[in-house]
């Protein structure tokens, strides 16, 4: 199990705004908050300085457009993961954004489960492009927008948000038992449980019993691949 947490820089120009998305971040396992930028050059100047893992970047900024910061920073090799957040639908931002190289893109107003899964689609693939054994077929399915793991649906009572979360703590965990992942996760044991049980009932996940000197045996949990 690993105990790294994703870097974080965010970037909008609302203060208040910009001060919600870090506290979502801070809420998220796995995930720290390293910088804030109100502004498309402080965005560039603390990418340079704090070398984040991720950037949370808003498209509306008071000196120039976010993308023209992507663009700047692409310009110049820096390949940071960035997730565009903003309110802009129009088809030519989504598309330079995709030209961009973005990680994953959010339309304000959103809620808390939607940024906790698009940083747990990021955490998914760092920690897929950081195998040093190489992926299969599926992992580069997933790589490249194929949902390879979560079904379509879920039983009532459980959110796809969460499930993302679950999953992704799988991943970093590697293998993990209910206690292990709800603390990777941030989630209730019971909880964990719960989503466990259901990834593991539809073929997502493996599950084998660890059996200890005394007590019940574990349930330990891996990804199926």
């Known amino acids: 199990m690993t105990d790294r947490k994703y870097r974080v820089l965010v970037v909008d120009d609302d203060f208040m705004v910009a001060e919600i998305h870090r506290r979502f971040v801070d809420s998220t396992a796995g995930f720290e908050t390293v910088g804030?930028?109100?502004?498309?050059?402080?965005?560039?100047?603390?990418?340079?300085?704090?070398a984040p893992d991720l950037v949370l970047l808003d498209v509306y900024l008071p000196d120039r457009s976010g993308l023209d910061a992507l663009q700047?920073?692409?310009g110049e090799g820096n390949a940071t993961a960035v997730i565009v957040i903003t309110a802009a639908r129009e088809l030519d931002t989504v598309s330079r954004a995709l030209h961009g190289g973005v990680t994953d893109y959010l339309v304000k107003p959103f809620e808390y489960p939607q940024l906790a899964d698009k940083l747990s689609g990021f955490r998914r693939r760092a920690l897929a492009l950081a195998?040093?054994?190489g992926v299969d077929q599926s992992v580069i399915d997933s790589l490249?927008?194929?949902?390879?793991t979560a079904p379509a649906s879920l039983p009532k009572g459980?959110?796809?948000g969460t499930g993302q979360l679950v999953l992704a703590a799988v991943d970093?965990?590697?293998?993990?038992?209910?206690g292990e992942c709800a603390e990777l996760a941030g989630l209730s044991r019971v909880s964990a449980r719960r989503y466990l049980e259901h990834y593991a009932s539809t073929g997502v996940l493996s599950v084998r019993l660890e059996y200890g000197r005394a007590g019940r045996p574990v349930h330990r949990y891996r990804a199926t691949r």
Not at 36 to 50: P, Q, R
Not at 144 to 148: D, E, K, L, R
């Open 131 to 133: 195998d040093p054994g």
């Open 158 to 160: 459980l959110s796809a």
């Open 172 to 178: 970093e965990g590697g293998e993990v038992s209910a």
């Open 36 to 50: 804030v930028a109100h502004t498309a050059a402080d965005a560039v100047s603390a990418v340079h300085e704090l």
């Open 144 to 148: 490249f927008g194929a949902p390879a």
């Open 72 to 74: 700047q920073l692409r």
